[in-house]
């Protein structure tokens, strides 16, 4: 005993012994004592290093009799919490593909931005792109985020917030840009696979809305004006704002028609809808008999969507509101497509014209005429 309550175990095992803590009847071992290599105060501990670890993982938060949250239940919470959100489930599934058993059963508590960066550094070795293996890290900070918030003992939050910053490379824009052309035999490719699967597919190419706004969709979002229908299309939950706000978006009167029937009589707030958790998985086939290459996803929808606003024209602003996302991000990924038509007219008026050049005897100075 070390504290009132608190406990440091030790067991001896062939190789090097481990600790342990034992606190309110549950035990966690939590490192490695040091009798075959010397201390490093994460993973390898001297007696009075483990001392203080027991007494912080136990006492940090007093009066919580739960034993310590490890790696895989923080995922099985946070897959728990994407469900309840509306979220993809995906991202937690796959995520549990990836983890290693060592990382599964470690203590939430006791990670450390070491172990972290060399596991996403393993997912590199397994040939994945920086990109894949820099979603795969967003998803267990999520995780691991909401499982400090929910237990004040994980004060080590800094270990997933460096430890797996983003990858240089996976800021690569990789976005798929489809012309129009492939875009509606996308769409008409979709409606050979299933009626509802291919109404799903013509709202996200048609809108440019995420999978996730458009699994939210209702009868009651739809605004059937004969002329200009629109779709009330609710915000996506990204980011620290949670609040779901509705945002007009105009569709076409043969879109509109579609959604009427699948409405049908259907109560106001029944989900359109039936969710496909992994939509990219039913979406191959119909890019397959296209001839198109693996690349090619739902996702691609909403970026061609965006481009084709930019070339026409369209504001950023309102092709960023139009698409719920921000200046900044269209900006930052769709850059070089801002300067469409409309905007090389305006510009190509401004070129200089060589074909009567003055003499330089007739030309004066700028501060001349400013006097």
Not at 116 to 139: F, V, Y
Not at 202 to 212: H, I, K, P, Q
Not at 231 to 240: A, E, I, V, Y
Request: glycine content about 6%.
């Amino acid at each position: 005993m070390i504290a009132p309550g608190i406990f440091l175990a030790y067991r001896r095992n062939a190789g090097p012994g481990t600790w342990s803590v034992k606190c309110h009847g549950w035990l966690k071992r939590f490192g490695l004592a040091d009798d075959h290599e010397d201390a490093n105060g994460e993973s390898v501990m001297t007696y009075w290093q483990a001392l203080e670890r027991a007494k912080s993982l136990a006492r940090a938060g007093e009066g919580n009799s739960e034993q310590p949250i490890s790696v895989a239940k923080a995922v099985d919470a946070y897959e728990a919490d994407l469900e309840t959100r509306g979220g993809r489930r995906y991202n937690a599934t796959q995520l549990r593909l990836h983890l290693t058993d060592a990382l599964k059963s470690k203590t939430v508590a006791l990670l450390t931005e070491r172990e972290l960066r060399d596991w996403r550094a393993g997912l590199l070795k397994k040939e994945l792109k920086p990109s894949s293996a820099d979603r795969i890290g967003r998803a267990l900070k999520a995780a691991l985020a909401l499982a400090a918030r929910n237990d004040k003992r994980i004060t080590n939050t800094a270990a997933w917030q460096n430890g797996l910053k983003k990858l240089p490379d996976s800021e690569v824009a990789r976005n798929v840009i489809l012309p129009d052309e492939a875009v509606t035999a996308l769409v008409s490719g979709s409606y050979d696979e299933d009626r509802d699967f291919g109404l799903l597919i013509d709202v996200l190419a048609e809108t440019g809305a995420r999978e996730s706004q458009v699994f939210r969709l209702t009868p009651a979002d739809l605004q059937d004006h004969l002329t200009a229908p629109r779709l009330m299309m609710p915000t996506s939950r990204k980011g620290k704002n949670r609040k779901v706000e509705y945002r007009p978006l105009p569709i076409s009167t043969r879109l509109a028609k579609a959604l009427r029937q699948q409405a049908g009589d259907r109560a106001a707030h029944v989900l359109l809808f039936d969710k496909i958790w992994n939509l990219a998985t039913t979406f191959r086939p119909v890019v397959e008999r296209m001839g198109l290459g693996p690349e090619v996803t739902p996702y691609a929808l909403r970026h061609s969507s965006i481009v084709r606003q930019l070339l026409k024209g369209v504001p950023t602003r309102v092709v960023a509101a139009h698409h719920d996302t921000s200046v900044a991000m269209i900006e930052k990924n769709y850059s070089r497509y801002i300067i469409g038509d409309p905007s090389e007219a305006l510009t190509r008026a401004t070129l200089l014209n060589f074909q009567n050049v003055p003499r330089l005897a007739d030309v004066a100075p700028l501060e001349r005429l400013a006097s």
